[in-house]
C-alpha cells in the first residue's frame, strides 16, 4: 500500500481549496462560468471545466510524489489552483487545438 504522509481529511480540503482557488481566478480573469450551449458539444473553456480537473490532476500528481510542503500541502495547493488558472486562461488553447469542423 502507498503512503502519501497526510491523512484524508487533510487532502480532502487541500483538494477543496485548489479547486475554489483555480475557479476564483479563473472568473477573475473573465472566463465564463459555463461553456456556450449546448454544453455537450462545446469546446470553449470554462470556469467549471477544464480548470478543476487540471487542478485536481497536478495536486494528484505531487501527492503521488510525495511532495508537501509547509502547512500540510495547503500552500502547494494554493500554487496549483494558481497555476491551472493561468493555464486555461492563457495556454490551454496552444496545448490542446480545438478540433475542425465535422468527421468525416
Known amino acids: 500500500m502507498i503512503s502519501i504522509g497526510a491523512n484524508g481529511f487533510q487532502l480532502f480540503v487541500n483538494y477543496m481549496v485548489a479547486i475554489l482557488v483555480a475557479i476564483a481566478l479563473v472568473l ?6 459555463l461553456p456556450e450551449k449546448p454544453i455537450r458539444f462545446s469546446w470553449t473553456k470554462s470556469a467549471l471545466f477544464p480548470t478543476p480537473v487540471f487542478a485536481m490532476g497536478i495536486l494528484a500528481i505531487f501527492y503521488s510524489l510525495n511532495v508537501f510542503w509547509i502547512y500540510n500541502g495547503l500552500l502547494i495547493a494554493i500554487i496549483v489552483g494558481v497555476f491551472s488558472a ?11 487545438p480545438s478540433p475542425q469542423g465535422g468527421s468525416k
Open 28 to 33: 477573475a480573469l473573465k472566463l465564463p462560468l
Open 86 to 96: 493561468v493555464f486555461v486562461k492563457y495556454l490551454f488553447d496552444y496545448v490542446f
